[in-house]
């Protein structure tokens, strides 16, 4: 029988002074959360281009959904529960 371990009664000792040396370069996204918010997002961004209908507003958020679609698309063609997002090299 194996002899167990006993668990950390903190782990601030083992932590302590330790900082990342480099901020996250990539984010795991739920695939139907981010599909949620991208919809309603459309979906406000659709009601505002009715309010600004034949104003100069009107061309920009028509350019904002045509882009926010694109992303939808391609999140919704992806497969699996999660859509892993990474940082673009500078």
Same mark, same amino acid.
């Given at each position: 029988?194996?002899?167990?371990?006993?668990?950390?009664?903190?782990?601030?000792?083992?932590?302590?002074?330790?900082?990342?040396?480099?901020?996250?370069?990539?984010?795991?996204?739920?695939?139907?959360?981010?599909?949620?918010?991208?919809?309603?997002?459309?979906?406000?961004?659709?009601?505002?281009?009715?309010?600004?209908?034949?104003?100069?507003?009107?061309?920009?958020?028509?350019?904002?959904?045509? /882009?926010?679609?694109?992303?939808?698309?391609?999140?919704?063609?992806? /497969?699996?529960p999660d859509?892993?997002?990474?940082?673009?090299?500078?």
């Amino acid at each position: 029988m194996r002899k167990r371990t006993p668990p950390f009664r903190s782990v601030d000792p083992l932590v302590e002074g330790l900082e990342p040396t480099r901020p996250a370069e990539a984010l795991l996204v739920q695939r139907t959360g981010l599909i949620r918010i991208l919809r309603n997002s459309l979906g406000e961004l659709h009601d505002h281009r009715r309010q600004v209908a034949g104003a100069p507003a009107e061309a920009e958020t028509v350019r904002e959904i045509k /882009y926010w679609e694109e992303v939808l698309a391609w999140v919704q063609s992806q /497969y699996g529960p999660d859509v892993i997002l990474i940082r673009r090299a500078l």
